[in-house]
């Protein structure tokens, strides 16, 4: 027996996710059918305004909601980071739990995934030529 139509559909977009596969899809399809329409219609108004409200900096790819109209986030916009270091970092919550031991001082780049010499195919996507 198969889930009806709308409900694989939506497991499928969740199985796109980063680190979810269909099993986890699933519960998260469930444990939204079970949820009252307010709480639904909160879900959907954040995903719909998240688009708006944020930017990806310019410089290091680190998503920020900007105020006026901002091309940097506020660490690349701050001109007390040391602008002779540069961290790479594979994604924005690398970049965050380093932001927050509040020991380096420099600016960040987020590359969007790992550099493997095995797996070339890989690496095209990355956001190497940014560097």
Same mark, same amino acid.
């Given at each position: 027996?198969?889930?009806?139509?709308?409900?694989?559909?939506?497991?499928?977009?969740?199985?796109?996710?980063?680190?979810?596969?269909?099993?986890?899809?699933?519960?998260?399809?469930?444990? =939204?059918?079970? #949820?009252?329409?307010?709480?639904?219609? %909160?879900?959907?108004?954040?995903?719909?305004? /998240?688009? !708006?409200?944020? *930017?990806?900096?310019?410089?290091?790819?680190?998503?920020?909601?900007?105020?006026?109209?901002?091309?940097?986030?506020?660490?690349?916009?701050?001109? =007390?980071?040391? #602008?002779?270091?540069?961290?790479?970092? %594979?994604?924005?919550?690398?970049?965050?739990? /380093?932001? !927050?031991?509040? *020991?380096?001082?420099?600016?960040?780049?987020?590359?969007?995934?790992?550099?493997?010499?095995?797996?070339?195919?890989?690496?095209?996507?990355?956001? =190497?030529?940014?560097?």
């Amino acid at each position: 027996m198969d889930y009806p139509p709308k409900i694989q559909e939506l497991i499928e977009i969740f199985s796109k996710f980063p680190g979810v596969g269909p099993k986890t899809a699933s519960r998260f399809v469930f444990y =939204l059918l079970k #949820k009252q329409d307010s709480q639904i219609n %909160e879900f959907l108004d954040v995903i719909a305004d /998240l688009k !708006k409200s944020i *930017k990806i900096c310019k410089f290091c790819h680190n998503p920020f909601e900007p105020k006026l109209k901002q091309d940097l986030c506020s660490i690349c916009s701050d001109p =007390l980071r040391n #602008k002779n270091l540069l961290c790479v970092v %594979e994604k924005e919550t690398d970049l965050l739990l /380093l932001e !927050k031991t509040g *020991k380096y001082s420099g600016y960040y780049f987020i590359l969007g995934g790992l550099l493997s010499p095995l797996k070339k195919r890989e690496t095209e996507r990355l956001m =190497l030529e940014n560097l």
